[in-house]
């Protein structure tokens, strides 16, 4: 089945940084890897998404990249702020009807003011 | 993005007594519906899908009798912890998928999460 490894564990930057988290996956038919930002005691929130056929994606300050080839995909964050301080989630799935999401370990991100 | 509501979000029961979450999609249907442990700092882990007029189907190691699931609308699943023992004390979160008008959107929502405090 699918891996997900997800680096670093935890991560500092200043306000106004920029943060960057790293995933690779082992299955090569995986074709969707979404975020997910997760506060204290809550469910976690997609924050952005990525499918096979694109390299790379932004949102505001909000950017990911896919590497087929290395099979790794990566969340860029940049000017960071407080409140993006939470624990962030990578996950892979394959398409069709094999799509439950394998979670990455997850990044605990701490932006200090 | 769209909207799961899971409830409650808090439970303290005694050991011995069913607990039931819910878990429903506001704006959308949802044919398959996960739900999720999650310890302490540790990732989520996928403890059955349940799919709308079928049975669940658990991953290796979830007790199908402990953890009854009920999916009997495209808006609404259950899960219900049986008999919950100390053990059984954790964070469980749901989510839906969504998976568009034509089928291929495929994106999971989550709940809020219910934190289960057993005594």
């Known amino acids: 089945g699918e891996n997900v490894e997800q680096h670093p564990s935890t991560l500092s930057v200043q306000e106004g940084d920029s943060a960057v988290i790293k995933c690779t996956y082992s299955?090569?038919?995986?074709?969707?890897f979404p975020w997910y930002k997760q506060e204290l005691g809550k469910g976690p929130q997609l924050i952005i998404d990525i499918r096979s056929n694109v390299g790379e994606k932004k949102d505001q300050r909000i950017a990911v990249t896919l590497n087929k080839t290395a099979k790794h995909f990566s969340l860029h964050i940049t000017e960071t702020q407080p409140e993006d301080s939470a624990v962030y989630f990578c996950?892979?799935?394959?398409?069709?009807?094999?799509?439950?999401?394998?979670f990455g370990s997850g990044t605990q991100l701490t932006v200090l003011p | 993005g769209a909207v799961v509501s899971q409830h409650p979000s808090w439970v303290i029961c005694k050991s011995g007594t069913s607990v039931k979450i819910e878990c429903r999609s506001l704006?959308?249907?949802?044919?398959?519906m996960f739900w999720y442990r999650q310890f302490p700092k540790q990732s989520l882990m996928l403890m059955a899908t349940s799919n709308e007029g079928s049975k669940a189907t658990y991953e290796q190691g979830v007790e199908k009798d402990k953890f009854l699931i009920n999916h009997a609308s495209l808006t609404l699943s259950t899960l219900t912890v049986t008999s919950a023992h100390p053990e059984d004390s954790s964070f469980y979160i749901c989510?839906?998928?969504?998976?568009?008008?034509?089928?291929?959107?495929?994106?999971?929502?989550f709940g809020a999460g219910t934190r289960l405090s057993v005594l």
């Open positions: 989510s839906a998928r969504d998976l568009g008008r034509d089928g291929t959107k495929n994106i999971q929502y």
């Open positions: 704006d959308f249907q949802a044919t398959t």
């Open positions: 996950a892979a799935s394959r398409g069709g009807s094999a799509r439950q999401l394998t």
């Open positions: 299955d090569s038919a995986s074709n969707y």
